[in-house]
Every structure is written in structure tokens, then in C-alpha cells.
């Protein structure tokens, strides 16, 4: 690997992990405003005496919950937002060659690459037992009762 490809690896890893922060703040705060406006509606619109709007507001909820607990993006909005800061922080490390970057040009930059791609790896392992939490979680909770609706939040 030359020097350019693993700065370019990194720059592709700071924009990567940025974006797709971005994403999933939005997707999260879209998704509790829904449920937010949603859930405040059901009460207002139960004085109409009209059982169908509040209960398909109340769908709603459900809906917007469980497309929140599928996709985990509060989850993954603060990981990737961890992960982009702290690329971010080895890049300015190793641009001002202090901590340990306060070596010779081509020993900085190995090291450069090995902490980039520890730090990747890590994110990697953490989402992969993020999906193994999310898949376990229903299995556990139907062993409980088979016919209980999932928490809004899982602890």
C-alpha cells in the first residue's frame, strides 16, 4: 500500500462514517417526531367519538416505533459519530506527528494504517453484535409470552 491509498482510505472512512451519521440522526429524529406528534394526537382526536382516527393514529405510533427498533438509528447515528471523531483524531494525530505519531515519516504512516483499520474493525464488530442483540431480542422476549408486543426501547 502506498502512502496515498491509505490517506485516501481514511479520508474514504471519515466521509463513509460521516454520512452515514448524518443519515441515521435524521432518520431517528424523523422518526421520534412522528411518534412524538403521533402519540399527543390520540387523546385529541378521541373526543370526536370516532374510534378510527385515534386507533390508526395509534398504528401510527406502533409503526414509527418499530421501524425505530428495527433500524436502530440512534444506535448507529452515536457509533458512526464515535468512529468518524475518532478517525478524525488519528488524522490530526499523525498530521501534527505528536502522541504517537512523533516518528519518522514511514513509521508515523504505518501506524496511521494499523490504527485506521483497528478502529474500522472494531465499528465492524460492534455492528455485527448490534444485529446478533437485535435478532436475540425478539427470540428472548417470545419466550416469555408469546403474545406481547415489544418495548418502544429495548434497555
Known amino acids: 500500500m502506498n502512502m496515498d491509498s ?4 481514511l479520508e474514504d472512512q471519515i466521509a463513509w462514517y ?11 429524529k424523523m422518526l421520534s417526531m412522528i411518534t412524538l406528534v403521533a402519540a ?3 387523546p385529541l382526536t378521541s373526543i370526536f367519538g370516532n374510534a378510527f382516527i ?5 398504528a401510527i405510533v406502533v409503526i414509527a416505533e418499530g421501524v425505530q427498533r428495527l433500524y436502530q438509528h440512534n444506535r448507529y447515528w ?5 468512529t468518524c471523531e475518532r478517525l ?3 488524522k490530526f494525530l499523525y498530521m501534527a506527528r505528536t502522541g504517537s ?7 508515523a504512516f504505518r501506524l496511521l494504517v494499523e490504527n485506521v483499520e483497528a478502529l474500522v474493525s472494531d465499528d465492524n464488530a460492534a455492528w455485527m453484535q448490534g444485529r ?3 435478532e436475540q431480542r425478539p427470540r428472548e422476549q417470545g419466550d416469555d409470552n408469546e403474545t406481547a408486543v415489544p418495548a418502544a426501547h429495548a434497555p
Open 40 to 42: 399527543a394526537l390520540v
Open 6 to 9: 491509505g490517506y485516501e482510505r
Open 18 to 28: 460521516d454520512r452515514k451519521s448524518l443519515w441515521h440522526q435524521r432518520q431517528f
Open 101 to 107: 505519531y512523533n516518528l519518522s515519516e514511514a513509521k
Open 54 to 58: 385515534p386507533g390508526s393514529i395509534g
Open 88 to 90: 478524525r483524531h488519528e
Open 78 to 82: 452515536v457509533q458512526y459519530r464515535q
Open 132 to 134: 446478533r442483540e437485535s
